[in-house]
């Protein structure tokens, strides 16, 4: 059984930066990917970011890119979301979420997992202005 572990979230001000971390373990596959999706109150959930393992291809979401970056240490078996220049609407709950194989793309999992995935309990992000 896959399990995602989140930490990092918290209050910051605009333009500021926080660094999400997802320590994950159980994955059975060689071919899984991991990811972080974030959700604001009266929105759908939706994919920010997530890397496959077996290739390190990356999937953003527009509204992320160059403010944002995934990363992983393998050793540690975690996965980091930097995310600078933060902005209001960043403010969300962020949720680790993965997939145990059966990846067909990194854009197709981080923008369609759902209930099949794993998921982490989830942790507060808020951008003040």
């Known amino acids: 059984e896959v399990q995602l572990v989140e930490s990092g979230g918290g209050l910051v001000q605009a333009g500021g930066s926080l660094r999400l971390s997802c320590a994950a373990s159980?994955?059975?596959?060689?071919?899984?990917?991991i990811g972080w999706f974030r959700q604001a109150p009266g929105n759908e959930r939706e994919g920010v970011s997530c890397?496959?393992?077996?290739?390190?291809?990356?999937y953003y979401a527009d509204s992320v890119k160059g403010r944002f970056t995934i990363s992983s240490d393998n050793a540690k078996n975690t996965m980091y979301l930097q995310m600078n220049s933060l902005k209001p609407e960043d403010t969300a709950v962020y949720y680790c979420?993965?997939?145990?194989?059966?990846?067909?793309?990194?854009?197709?999992?981080?923008?369609?997992?759902?209930?099949?995935?794993?998921w982490g309990q989830g942790t507060q992000v808020t951008v003040s202005s």
């Open positions: 159980g994955f059975t596959s060689d071919d899984y990917a």
């Open positions: 979420g993965a997939a145990d194989g059966e990846v067909i793309t990194i854009a197709t999992m981080c923008q369609f997992l759902g209930p099949h995935g794993s």
């Open positions: 890397i496959r393992y077996s290739d390190g291809r990356t």
